[in-house]
């Protein structure tokens, strides 16, 4: 399986440390989120990973080159615009030849921890024939305890019935399948425009993680996590 990291994005929330950097070129525990994403991928058996890049794409860029992670590594630039999040994905599809890949976004504090987990909702997808599966947690486990819930969660199926009561966040971890691109004519469009259309048929699964949820979302969260790890 491929995957890619995405790694577009502004970082608005983390100014003025992102006005110079790219957010997943801050660094915890003295490591990148970028590197910390790649290591995990690499954990996990991944060999072939795309970068999306936009934002400081330069830096990125640099970044990858100057280091050896022992991987295939293809950065893709968005030159013109920031994509989205499905957009970037949609830009990229045809690395991944038409299989399922991985979506990770580098701004969650991945440890080998998940590679379990990892394992579990790649072994549903594929027995399932699944379409797309995330891994969520429960807002109570979340570091930032003012976070949102983005879903709820009945049956490893993923809903928003409760909308004042959603209880799950996306950890930034989705197994998906090429398909579920097909036949869009937008360039610039979030992953939520999959998501929704898969919620309507029933078709989100997910799996829940027990993992305590550390998500670098905010100047104040990053600088409490430098205290922690």
């Not at 013109?80 to 499905?86: A, D």
Request: hydrophobic share 40%.
């Amino acid at each position: 399986m491929k995957a890619i990291i995405l790694s577009a994005g502004y970082g608005k929330r983390l100014q003025p440390l992102t006005k110079d950097c790219p957010k997943s070129l801050l660094k915890i525990n003295n490591k990148t989120l970028l590197s910390n994403s790649i290591k995990f991928l690499s954990l996990y058996g991944i060999k072939e990973i795309i970068i999306n890049v936009h934002y400081l794409a330069g830096q990125i860029i640099d970044y990858i080159d100057k280091n050896n992670f022992n991987l295939v590594i293809k950065i893709i630039k968005e030159e013109k615009e920031i994509l989205n999040t499905g957009g970037s994905i949609l830009n990229a599809i045809d690395f991944f030849s038409n299989e399922p890949f991985l979506v990770i976004n580098p701004d969650t504090v991945w440890n080998s921890d998940y590679i379990k987990e990892l394992k579990i909702m790649e072994k549903e997808f594929i027995s399932k024939k699944q379409k797309c599966s995330m891994l969520v947690v429960n807002k109570e486990k979340s570091f930032d305890k003012d976070l949102k819930g983005d879903f709820n969660l009945e049956n490893n199926l993923i809903n928003k019935k409760n909308k004042n009561n959603l209880k799950y966040i996306y950890t930034g971890l989705q197994i998906i399948r090429p398909e579920v691109f097909s036949n869009l004519t937008d360039k610039v469009f979030s992953i939520n425009k999959i998501w929704d259309k898969l919620i309507s048929q029933n078709e989100l699964n997910a799996i829940e993680s027990n993992i305590n949820f550390f998500h670098v979302s905010t100047l104040d969260i990053y600088n409490d996590l430098l205290k922690k790890f």
